[in-house]
């Protein structure tokens, strides 16, 4: 019998493996993205990738009973560094950088998500311009590709105010500490489609420069 193929053997770590979607030879931010989802509307435990191994890990059990609304995860080969962080400075001028991490996303579809570890196609319609401990971590919000309810929205305002206020509510709360009060965390701005691709386009030129050509 002949010998597996690599692709057999090894899984491609989700961050660094994976295009940034299905088709992403061209230049620019496509249209259709890939979101690597690793909390669910149903989870109280936070998970998130180790980027060491690729596998899902405990972060964290959620701090309150506010549950994420909507799958949740990143979208593979960015990451949130300098040119992320001068895109919310402009905003908020005490933002001192970006998270380190790959470009959040939520994903909103008709049917809720029931588990993690998997990947999605999707689109993106805006995003919250978020600062928590005085680094970007900006969280695009999307709709699954050819869902049969939002599959067709192509801007934020075209969805129901409540469901963007959930996710606002979600990211306010999830860090919040009830016992001394304090709050890392703050919404500075929630922005359209065209921010949103934005955002995209300077994770993804901070993760080619990080990772694919890397200054000497």
């Not at 090894?10 to 230049?27: C, D, K």
């Not at 949740?72 to 970006?98: D, N, Q």
């Not at 311009?129 to 075209?158: C, F």
Request: with cysteine.
């Amino acid at each position: 019998m002949a010998a597996p193929k690599k692709f057999d053997v090894y899984r491609p770590h989700p961050w660094h493996g994976v295009p940034v979607g299905p088709n992403a030879e061209g230049p620019g931010v496509p249209e259709i993205l890939y979101a690597y989802i690793e909390i669910t509307p149903f989870s109280t435990i936070k998970y998130e990738v180790d980027k060491a191994t690729g596998y899902l890990k405990v972060d964290r059990p959620q701090r309150s009973n506010s549950l994420p609304p909507y799958a949740y995860g990143f979208i593979p080969r960015t990451w949130c560094t300098s040119r992320v962080a001068a895109l919310a400075r402009a905003t908020v001028p005490t933002c001192e950088k970006g998270d380190n991490d790959p470009l959040d996303i939520c994903v909103l579809s008709e049917r809720p998500i029931d588990r993690s570890d998997l990947l999605l196609g999707c689109r993106a319609v805006g995003g919250l311009l978020m600062v928590d401990n005085g680094e970007a971590d900006d969280k695009i919000i999307a709709v699954l590709d050819r869902d049969p309810v939002w599959g067709d929205v192509r801007e934020l305002h075209q969805l129901p105010p409540a469901l963007v206020d959930r996710l606002r509510h979600y990211f306010l709360t999830y860090k919040f500490d009830p016992a001394s009060g304090t709050q890392p965390v703050s919404i500075d701005a929630v922005y359209g489609a065209q921010r949103a691709r934005e955002v995209i386009a300077a994770a993804m030129a901070d993760y080619s420069e990080g990772f694919e050509n890397p200054r000497a």
